[in-house]
């Protein structure tokens, strides 16, 4: 079992820079690939990104690439999302999930969620 949570949301200016966080509970944080997700109001929920165990790898959404960067940090179970150049298309709740799979595993594939974050951008 693993508990996740996020913090880091808020409101910013376009252009501006914000990171997100997301702790994870357990002692088994580094044997799960994490990912990074998203869902506007009236949307889909869509992904953003993601890193796998040891953090080498990472998987960006093309809407996300060259703007955000994801990192862990598997000594204190922490998995972080470092987004630059906010837009204000990039609103949304943002949520940290876990998979056994991979980095490229689909949203079905996540099996334990965060409670999410509110990012707004504001133009």
């Known amino acids: 079992q693993v508990q996740l949570v996020e913090s880091g949301g808020g409101l910013v200016q376009a252009g501006g820079s914000l990171r997100l966080s997301c702790a994870a509970s357990?002692?088994?944080?580094?044997?799960?690939?994490m990912g990074w997700f998203r869902q506007a109001p009236g949307k889909e929920r869509e992904f953003v990104a993601a890193?796998?165990?040891?953090?080498?790898?990472?998987n960006y959404a093309d809407s996300a690439k060259g703007r955000f960067t994801i990192s862990r940090d598997n000594g204190v179970n922490i998995v972080y999302l470092q987004m630059n150049s906010l837009r204000p298309e990039d609103t949304a709740v943002y949520y940290c999930a876990a998979t056994t799979l991979s980095i490229y595993a689909t949203d079905s594939h996540y099996e334990y969620w965060g409670q999410g974050t509110q990012v707004t951008v504001s133009s």
């Open positions: 357990g002692r088994t944080f580094s044997s799960y690939p």
């Open positions: 890193t796998s165990r040891t953090g080498i790898s990472a």
